[in-house]
């Protein structure tokens, strides 16, 4: 069927076909199917639509398909089906011999026995054929010399005697095929053209007696346009195709590459022209010029590929926003070291693991605290990191087994004095100073003392220190139209990695190049034979600003497992409630200037003697000692105080917050007559004429004026007395 333009189904196509013939190119001419779905990445997910082109590489059988003759019905069978099959003999005659040898299974040895009978009646040489008489093919026989190949075959008397005879493929006749008890496997079946397109039926009669047709189903092979891996596809499916092998010889598939296969094409692959055909989409990892010009469908030089030395930088504290950048070690630019800042011990320690020696200065106080093994630091004082060990905290805990394991890990330092550019410090000196264990858990501010002044290239920086480092950009790379780095007062070299890199360039600018992360950017493309734009020099852009979402995530990526910083230890015991060793007790301590002691304060108003009485609640409880107004209250307000059944505290009344009413006074004419006027919070009693005792009452009201506010203001304060305490 190979270069017909005939119209024919996918199944019946691919049956026709023959491995020798392959690659064919088909086309869909109608129908369209989705094979699999999108969460399926078997290889297997394939949609045909009307138009699409199809190579066709490479058929495998995969299943038989067996119908029913009788109603039509359809069920399919794996080629490694176990169950044997009997032939159905044909109701068509064979008009020759060879047409019946012809359609035994080439290269089984048990083709034959074959047994057929004849309508008409034969003469073979000296013997005569009857008819119906039943004729059993044993073998082929070839003839030598160039003669007509034979059959022998084997007939059977009524007395049951047999005899041999030898019938020629071209012996002519009306034959029909006997039933027999030989069996065929699927596969046996499958491997003859003949045999596919006759009759079977189940050797067990319990499992299906009816008549099968077989058809084969191949898993097909094929290439698209567009897609990247070979698709796979069973032949039954229900679309119409035509071969058009002969009108595509110049057909080329377009096949999409990712940057990581793109990375991977070998060096004789570059430079060349290639097609964008999915640009990058999601969230934006990079700020550079030449990412806004990769679109679909626009072209692009790639001039080679291979690995990056790169080194993440970042802009320190002092801009509005902090920025990232990805740098090529082949910078151009000159760089001089900046000394760095630490916020602790602990940072100093992670410094000094990578720069040993590592000398300092203190740029903040801190004050010493001996139970928490804190050492005094003053500002401007110098210390060299000598090593890091464990050591015991002074004071320990309140037994001996926490005096043992109260260990902190401490930094050792060195403290340097202070020395003119024209002296040297002495060996006996440096011997002799003072030694200091700082806890890594300390919080204090360092900055890294530095006497290099020296200007370096990024290449040499990195060989030289390890990272991370502070830097200044002295010098910018004159190879770059803008240096972005120019303008920070200084940068934090983070972290060097080697990157997988594509080089690549824009046709309208095909001088001045970038480097694409494979890693980092989700694109795919496709060769192209353009042609090459012509150009003298290169310029390789050498610095490419990156995102916060780079940067964290290129971090999380790279991060190592350290541990995190130490935790200081727990507080003592003795810290909180019982006083330091050596601390004098409270009760001996001066009061402060201006105040009474506490023993000598005046109980409140209304408070009870001084004499202590039992609780009513605990008859046999012992007398306590008298207490202040003061430390009574403190102990009726104590968290930890025992007292048991004790009536619950009264609610506080409620009162407004403005100032109660006041009676107008009497008029300062009335104080000559030598009365008050009646109190009127008083219950009087004047009304009777000859009680001195009421006169008597008046006039003390008269004298002490402020008496009608003397019960208010108590009353008030036992309010607020009566609200502390609730």
């Not at 598939?253 to 055909?277: C, H, K, N, R, S």
């Amino acid at each position: 069927m190979a270069g017909t333009e005939t119209v024919m189904t996918l199944q019946e196509l691919i049956a026709s076909l023959d491995k020798t013939c392959l690659p064919r190119i088909l086309q869909v001419c109608s129908g369209v199917y989705f094979q699999g779905s999108v969460y399926e990445l078997s290889g297997s997910e394939v949609c045909l639509s009307t138009g699409d082109l199809v190579k066709v590489i490479d058929i495998e059988l995969l299943s038989v398909s067996c119908e029913d003759t009788s109603n039509n019905d359809k069920f399919e069978l794996p080629i490694n089906h176990a169950d044997l099959f009997k032939l159905v003999p044909e109701e068509m005659p064979y008009s020759t011999v060879e047409e019946m040898v012809s359609l035994r299974p080439v290269g089984l040895d048990t083709c034959f026995p074959f047994t057929f009978t004849s309508r008409c009646e034969l003469t073979l040489q000296n013997f005569t054929l009857g008819t119906g008489m039943a004729v059993t093919m044993l073998h082929i026989e070839q003839q030598d010399g160039g003669e007509e190949s034979c059959v022998r075959c084997q007939l059977r008397g009524q007395q049951g005697a047999s005899a041999d005879v030898l019938i020629p493929f071209s012996c002519r006749g009306e034959f029909y095929e006997c039933e027999s008890d030989q069996t065929y496997t699927l596969q046996e079946i499958m491997s003859s053209p003949h045999l596919c397109s006759r009759h079977f039926c189940f050797s067990k009669k319990t499992k299906h007696g009816a008549s099968l047709v077989f058809s084969p189903i191949y898993q097909v092979q094929a290439i698209m346009h567009l897609r990247k891996n070979i698709v796979k596809f069973p032949s039954s499916l229900e679309v119409d195709v035509v071969d058009v092998t002969m009108e595509s010889q110049d057909l080329t598939f377009v096949t999409p590459l990712t940057l990581l296969e793109v990375f991977a094409q070998p060096d004789e692959a570059f430079p060349t022209m290639a097609e964008i055909l999915e640009h990058h989409e999601g969230q934006p990892l990079f700020r550079c010029t030449w990412l806004a010009e990769l679109h679909k469908g626009h072209p692009l030089v790639l001039h080679k590929r291979g690995s990056s030395a790169m080194v993440l930088a970042s802009g320190l504290k002092g801009r509005k926003a902090r920025q990232y950048f990805l740098m090529s070690q082949s910078y151009g630019g000159r760089l001089r070291r900046r000394p760095r800042e630490f916020e602790s011990v602990y940072e100093l320690y992670a410094a000094s693991t990578q720069a040993p020696f590592l000398t300092v200065r203190v740029t903040r106080h801190s004050e010493e605290m001996e139970e928490e093994g804190l050492l005094a630091l003053s500002v401007g004082e110098q210390l060299e990191v000598l090593r890091c060990e464990k050591v015991k905290l002074p004071g320990g805990g309140t037994s001996q087994e926490e005096k043992n394991n109260q260990t902190v890990e401490v930094l050792v330092c060195r403290r340097l004095q202070e020395v003119d550019d024209d002296e040297e410090e002495d060996e006996e000196e440096k011997e002799e100073s003072e030694v200091v264990h700082l806890p890594l858990y300390m919080q204090s501010h360092f900055v890294e003392k530095l006497t290099d002044n020296k200007k370096y290239s990024l290449k040499d920086l990195c060989k030289a220190f390890a990272l991370p480092l502070d830097v200044k950009v002295v010098s910018g790379d004159a190879e770059l139209e803008k240096d972005p780095l120019v303008g920070f007062s200084s940068l934090r070299l983070q972290e060097a990695t080697i990157q997988p890199m594509v080089q690549a360039s824009l046709p309208g600018k095909p001088e001045r190049c970038f480097e694409i992360p494979t890693d980092w950017l989700n694109m795919s493309l496709s060769f192209t034979n353009d042609p090459l734009p012509l150009t003298q020099e290169y310029h390789l852009e050498t610095v490419t600003e990156v995102t916060d979402s780079f940067y964290y995530e290129f971090r999380k990526l790279t991060a190592s497992d350290e541990p995190p910083p130490p935790r200081p230890p727990k507080p003592k015991p003795s810290s909180r409630s019982n006083p330091p060793s050596g601390s004098k007790p409270l009760s001996g301590s001066k009061p402060l200037s201006g105040s009474k002691p506490l023993s000598g304060s005046k109980p409140l108003s209304g408070s009870k003697s001084s004499k202590a009485t039992p609780s009513p609640s605990h008859p046999d409880a012992p007398c306590l000692p008298p207490k202040s107004g003061t430390l009574s209250l403190l102990s009726d307000l104590s968290l930890d105080s025992k007292k048991t059944q004790r009536p619950p505290a009264p609610l506080p009344p409620d009162f407004k917050d403005d100032a109660p009413p006041l009676n107008p006074r009497k008029p300062m004419t009335d104080v000559k007559s030598g009365k008050a006027q009646p109190n009127t919070y008083i219950k009087s009693i004047s009304h009777k004429p000859n009680n001195t005792a009421a006169a008597k009452y008046e006039v003390q009201a008269d004298v002490d004026s402020d008496h009608d506010y003397e019960q208010v203001d108590d009353k008030l304060r036992r309010a607020q007395d009566n609200f502390l305490f609730y």
